[in-house]
Nanobody
Framework: QVQLVESGGGLVQPGGSLNLSCVAS????????MSWYRQAPGEERDFVAS????????NYARSVKGRFTISRDNAKNTVYLQVSSLSPDGTTVYYC??????????WGQGTQVTVSS
């Protein structure tokens, strides 16, 4: 059974930083592209960043490039997203996604990030 459990969200001031984590289980972590998406209330879920080829390659949405960093620890089955220079956008839910090679993709339950002074 595939499980993705995100954590690390919370309240942060504009311009602040957070470290999000996603612990995966139920599949070979090295054989999956791991990504982060985010969704604001009433908006579509948008791609943020991905790590694939067991971490050898990364890709970022243009809006976060230079401010967010995705990384993974294959020994811990964990993917991270360091978010910084956050804009006062209110509340956004960050989701972890696993695209398992040769299988479907899976989603976590999300972790909420609120940027407010």
């Amino acid at each position: 059974q595939v499980q993705l459990v995100e954590s690390g969200g919370g309240l942060v001031q504009p311009g602040g930083s957070l470290n999000l984590s996603c612990v995966a289980s139920g599949f070979d972590f090295t054989k999956a592209a791991m990504s982060w998406y985010r969704q604001a209330p009433g908006e579509e879920r948008d791609f943020v960043a991905s790590s694939f080829h067991a971490g050898a390659s990364t890709n970022y949405a243009r809006s976060v490039k230079g401010r967010f960093t995705i990384s993974r620890d294959n020994a811990k089955n964990t993917v991270y997203l360091q978010v910084s220079s956050l804009s006062p956008d209110g509340t956004t839910v960050y989701y972890c996604n696993a695209q398992v090679y040769g299988d479907r993709d899976y989603w976590g339950q999300g972790t909420q990030v609120t940027v407010s002074s």
